[in-house]
């Protein structure tokens, strides 16, 4: 692009290269605006006679077709692309969900010369009408040849990010105590309520049990049957790990034993398992109060029906630090 001072009769179909302000401060035209046949006549009333603008050359594409063929690539689910002022492209959730990123991804394209891209943290939870990612592009226009290499890239390794919708979830909670469970109830219902309420949802089924291994099993398994996006036991202990009584109690039902230990503080002596493809989480402490924990961190992608894994729970250390 060549930017160039012009007659303000020869400056229409090119870029403005900087915002044009009125005499009051009011904003008449935005930086990186196509100037049409309108566009001149009010700047003429305005009293200019020349304006500063640049066009495109061969090769290039504008800025506002650039971000948006890059958000064309970059994201799938819930989501749609909205153009906005200064070369961007904002990607907005259509409906509650939780945004999976793909880090490493997300940094091989921010390498690359003249677009960016900024999203949400991995696995948060976004509710409808809610910007989750943006496009920039460098003013005005990039090269033709650089907007094929990130779609390239995108197309062969993307998307970036997953808009997963999180649509009537249904959350199973277990209040157990060794002595009696309706007292874990009693100190952590209220609790559990608030946290849940944070993602548009509610417990859609409880039950108490004294803290052994047989009656966590049997409570576990009349919760299983009701086939609930996720368990989470609320526990008035803080078991050592997965040879505690409801590590034993998950591994005797058929559980698989996913991950234990997450890189949060606070929460962790987390354990998530399996059970077919419903989780089942423990996290001891983290229903005493409602401020974040490793259970705010997990809690969208496991609404959302997606199968955290282990390897996912230790990349939760970077940016981990919760209190």
Known sequence: MKAQTVDIRESMGRILCNTIF????????????????????????EGMEQVWVTELEFGEVSEDDAVVRVGEELGCGGLEIRLAAGGRANLVATEDCCVLVDDELLKQINCTASIVISTMVNFSFAKAGQRIATVKSAPFAIAQSQLEAVVTILKERGPILQARPIRQPSVAVLYSDPVDGSRARQLFENIMHQRLERFGTAPSYALTAVEDEASIARALQHLLRAKPTGILIASTTAPAGPEDVIGRAMARIGSHLERFL????????????????????????????????????????????YRVSGWEIACLGHGGLLA
């Open 262 to 305: 997450a890189p949060v503080e606070p929460g962790n002596l987390f354990l998530l398992g399996y059970k077919e493809d419903i989780p089942v989480i423990s996290a001891p402490g983290c229903f005493r109060s409602a401020k974040p924990n490793v259970v705010d961190l997990v809690l969208p992608p496991v609404l959302a029906r």
């Open 22 to 45: 009125r005499p009051g401060g009011k904003k008449l035209l935005a930086k990186g605006h196509v100037l049409s046949e309108e566009d001149v006549r009010l700047l003429t009333n």
